[in-house]
């Protein structure tokens, strides 16, 4: 193994770009480690790598004495003065030993091991090295081979995982096939694949933006927040620094070229991109077209918004599966209630609201109150269980008789405070 040792270095330096010092370090300790295994943990030993004859010397190091009471550490005058014809009593003499011919079989097992975690070790410290300034970055790779769902890439020094939730859904691909992805994350450690890839990331949707739209990279054009349900549908917000540019029509480029190049990356993923704006009722109006908005009202404090839109425009607002008004909320980072024009004006009426009052009375339920004639509190307050569950259907009596308690209870509050109220002003 040693008389190779010197090439075998050279290669390993030259193709994994470690340091030389880390790979005799690391063989220096390995021989130390099964040095210790086999001749004892008492010995003082040292390991000492010849570049010039490309093997590791083994030196042990033994106090001189006159009579020898630990082999381990002493040695006799006599035999130290066939070493060193100089020595004297009390010197420490170090000596080379045959570190080949005495490690044995088990040990030079356990030294190769060594050797060998300490090269993953060293070439994992140069990979993290390499790209920890990186991620972030959309790289390129060749798929390479499949691990329980995972996709191991070839990014050419290395390997990266592409794990099976970063993946696009419906979209499949086999060995050899080119791939393109985010950085998502570069690990420190050699025994776990060290970077780890994402195509579903919004910050992918984002690079790729960057890598196609020119103004973005000058800084002209920001991207100031992204939404994605990953092969399915997208939206990006955008801005400005510039007034003659316009942010939208920069991504979307001439014949939709820029985006199109997007969409195809994506396997066809539909992209919104949106006018973002300080003000979170305009925005919100943009982040839901094609929509029409005719009203929002705002709740800062909530970070709540309430949206009105033309009947006709209901159903488009909210898309399919409730994904337009869902990704216009993650956009935005607000919470997006939609409501019809009709809707909205029976939400306003004083009879509806007061339904809202009722404890244990939510929206969907009031609104099929409301809808059915018992349009307010107090009318609820004067019905029996009976005529309501006739006249709403698909409820559940004994949870129609608990909400007319607690309207009652709500009017005979009501008409207390009222009372209350009246007194007081009589006293004045």
């Not at 033309?310 to 919470?335: E, K, T």
């Amino acid at each position: 193994m040693l008389s190779e040792l010197k090439r075998i270095i050279d290669q390993i330096s030259r193709d994994k770009g470690i340091d030389r010092n880390l790979l005799t370090e690391a063989i220096e300790e390995a021989v130390m480690s099964a040095a210790k295994k086999k001749f004892g943990q008492r010995r003082e030993l040292e390991a000492r790598y010849n570049d010039e004859i490309g093997e590791v010397e083994l030196f042990q190091f033994r106090n001189v004495v006159e009579e020898v009471e630990d082999e381990q550490t002493e040695i006799s005058l006599d035999e130290a003065l066939t070493l060193d014809p100089e020595v004297q009593l009390g010197d420490e003499l170090g000596s080379k030993m045959d570190s080949v011919a005495e490690l044995g079989r088990i040990a030079a097992q356990s030294a190769k091991q060594v050797i060998i975690q300490k090269m993953k070790d060293a070439e994992s410290n140069v990979i993290y090295e390499m790209y920890k300034d990186r991620k972030g970055e959309v790289v390129n790779g060749i798929v390479q081979r499949f691990e329980r769902g995972n996709i191991i890439v070839n990014l050419g020094r290395t390997d990266a995982i592409l794990p099976a939730k970063e993946q696009m859904p419906r979209k499949s691909y086999r060995q050899g096939d080119r791939i393109r992805a985010l950085l998502l994350d570069v690990r420190q450690s050699s025994r776990e694949q060290q970077l780890v890839l994402s195509r579903t990331s919004d910050d992918f949707l984002a690079k790729l933006f960057a890598l196609e739209v020119p103004e973005i990279s000058e800084g002209i054009v920001r991207i100031m927040a992204v939404s994605r349900e990953p092969g399915a549908r997208a939206k990006i917000a955008v801005s400005s620094s510039e007034a003659d540019v316009d942010p939208v029509g920069a991504c979307v480029g001439m014949k939709g070229s820029r985006v199109q190049n997007v969409v195809q990356e994506l396997q066809g993923e539909k992209i919104d991109i949106v006018p973002w704006s300080p003000d979170p009722a305009r925005y919100v109006s943009n982040a839901l077209s094609p929509a029409q908005v005719s009203l929002v009202e705002v709740d800062e404090d909530r970070k709540t918004l309430l949206v009105v839109v033309p009947d006709d425009q209901l159903s488009l607002a909210i898309g399919r599966q409730g994904q337009n008004v869902r990704l216009a909320g993650a956009l935005l980072g607000w919470r997006i209630d939609v409501k019809s024009e009709q809707k909205y004006a029976k939400f306003t009426e004083d009879g509806f609201q007061s339904l809202l009052e009722v404890p244990g009375l939510d929206e969907r339920t009031a609104d099929a109150l409301y809808d059915a004639g018992f349009n307010s509190a107090e009318v609820l307050a004067q019905a029996d269980a009976a005529s309501v569950c006739a006249a709403v259907g698909n409820i559940d009596e004994a949870r129609v008789a608990r909400l007319i308690a607690e309207a009652q209870q709500l009017i005979a509050q009501i008409e207390q405070e009222q009372a209350q109220s009246a007194s007081e002003g009589n006293q004045e």
